[in-house]
Nanobody
Framework: EVQLVESGGGLVQAGGSLRLSCAAS????????VAWFRQAPGKEREEVSC????????HYADSVKGRFTISSDSAKNMVYLRMNSLKPEDTAVYHC??????????????WGQGTQVTVSS
């Protein structure tokens, strides 16, 4: 069974940091693009960041560029999102998603349940 499980969310003060983790089971990340999305109440889902396995390239939304860093550990089959300088507007449920063709920005095949990130002012 293919599964993505996020962890690492929580409550943090503005300016603080969190690291989200996305663990895969049932497949390996080596050939998959993996993205982090977020959705806040009343807002559209936003693709925050993506990492492509073909060349290790990373992509970021303008709203998080310079503050968030996506990385992967193929040995552990994990993808991480390091979030620094957090702002209240970063508050959302964060989901990871995987795309089997290895292409960021395409339709994603697998999704996790999400982890809540709350940033207090």
């Amino acid at each position: 069974e293919v599964q993505l499980v996020e962890s690492g969310g929580g409550l943090v003060q503005a300016g603080g940091s969190l690291r989200l983790s996305c663990a895969a089971s049932g497949f390996t990340y080596d050939d998959y693009a993996v993205a982090w999305f977020r959705q806040a109440p009343g807002k559209e889902r936003e693709e925050v960041s993506c990492i492509s396995p073909a060349d290790g390239s990373t992509h970021y939304a303008d709203s998080v560029k310079g503050r968030f860093t996506i990385s992967s550990d193929s040995a552990k089959n994990m993808v991480y999102l390091r979030m620094n300088s957090l702002k209240p507007e970063d508050t959302a449920v964060y989901h990871c998603a995987a795309e089997s063709g290895g292409n960021c920005g395409m339709g994603y095949d697998y999704w996790g349940q999400g982890t809540q990130v709350t940033v207090s002012s």
